[in-house]
């Protein structure tokens, strides 16, 4: 059994999410009116313009082209993103009703039941599918013409991912000498098309070098004219970049050698509505009463003000000023001088804000302004980025996104004062990682992991 069946997992996304939807909607009925029935006629309206929404927002983002090598994560930001198309078309059309009410808080208990049921039954069902597959059904034959380094690498990748429904029948090279996997070559170029038709292959992968034209071409033509998918796999190893895209400007293919996920309207868009919410709410209901007692605690040990306000540099390394709550007795070198282990100009108090990072709580505030976000790659003296960008590969990339509170590197470790330049390149090495690899729910769990630390105790908080 191959890939016939993979039509009908559409429709089993689809029925599912509909089912789910009505359930969520019954079931918030019932959690919302003591006597549901007596509201049956008045919301089948609101019933019926959710289901036909739902399926306009689904088939309109495509949430149900599930590819085989598909992430759960991108599963989960694409249903999170047809969440939020839906709440908006819901809304807007309840506003353009007159005379008629719907209760806010069924709305409410409809998305959240809905929101945790559609989660799970997609993970349950991508669970089940890799099951399936793993157990030898809906899977894709296929070939690889060519067998150098990226032949090989490709032969490995699916080789290890038996999830992924596709079983390799060989490679097909003209220099079987060259391969690593001699054994798997089982002909030359020429050979592979009459063994297509023989075995029914369903995509042939060309991983031969660029200038080989007219092989590619006639490789090409074979496959068009023979109903099989070709896919194109080009030699990128000489390049010291993990992820290419590529972009169409008219006819012209333009390579991209960074993912950057934040370059997208969208996830920017869900970046910063989060981090307005988190930070408004962190300043409303922490900021705004634990001030005045550090304000105290700072001024009775020590001269000047209670805020400690620095230059750092921002996105697109753009200048803005930073708030903290001051731990150090004024000094001059402030500005340039790294805080170290038993740094003498550090209060007491400041020894603790330090310790438990209160004393980056003012910095809600830059992120409400937009000049950071509670995550992002840390963001340094104006000295520093001066100085570390002169020796550090790739140090600059960190500010083609808003700094944040915490990041990556700071969860793992990568923060305090740095006097051995391997330990910045390792710093940078995971804020580069972030901005390729970013995620709301990778920021979820960065936040955790921060809280987790800030108990656990952080060795170079200080």
Known sequence: MQGR?????????????????????????QLRFEEPTRYIDQYRTLQIVFNLLWGIVAFSLRIYEIRRVESLEKVII???????????????????LKGYYYSRLHLLF?????AVGVFGWRMLALLLLKKYRESGYNYRKIIIVGAGITGSNL??????????????????????????????????????REYCFKENIDEIYCTLPLHATEKIKDLIQFADNSLIRLRIVPDFSGF?????????????????????????????????????????FILVFLVSWITPILAILIKLESKGNVFFKQLRSG?????????????????????????????????????????????????????????MSVVGPRPHMLQQTKDYSAIIDKFMVRHFVKPGITGLAQVKGYRGETKDPREMELMVRA???????????????????????????QEKAY
């Open 155 to 192: 032969y490995e990748f699916f080789t290890s991912r038996a999830t992924f429904g596709y079983h390799f029948k060989g490679f097909f090279d003209d220099y079987p000498e060259k391969s690593k996997h001699p054994d798997k070559i089982i002909g030359s170029i020429q050979d592979a």
């Open 431 to 457: 804020d580069v990682w972030y901005i390729e690899n970013w995620s709301f729910l990778l920021d979820i769990k960065l936040i955790l992991l921060t809280i987790r630390n800030i108990f656990n105790g």
């Open 5 to 29: 069946y993979s039509k009908f997992l559409k429709f089993i996304h689809f029925a599912g999410d509909l089912l789910i939807l009505n359930i969520a909607f019954i079931l918030a009925q």
């Open 78 to 96: 694409n249903l999170f993103k047809s969440l939020f198309l839906h709440v908006l078309l819901v809304f807007a059309f309840l506003f353009s």
């Open 315 to 371: 996105k697109d390394n753009k200048e803005f000023v930073c708030y903290k709550f001051r731990t150090m007795k004024i000094n001059d070198g402030a500005d340039f001088v790294q805080a170290t282990k038993d740094d003498v100009r550090i209060t007491k108090i400041g020894r603790f804000l330090r310790k438990t990072s209160v004393d980056e709580l003012p910095q809600f505030w830059n992120v409400l302004k937009g000049d």
């Open 240 to 280: 010291p970049f993990r992820r290419v895209n590529m972009e169409f400007y008219g006819n012209l293919a333009v390579l991209g050698f960074r993912e950057e996920p934040l370059e997208n309207l969208f996830n920017r868009f869900t970046k910063r509505t989060f981090d307005i919410c988190f930070s408004a």
């Open 110 to 114: 409809t998305y959240l039941i809905f």
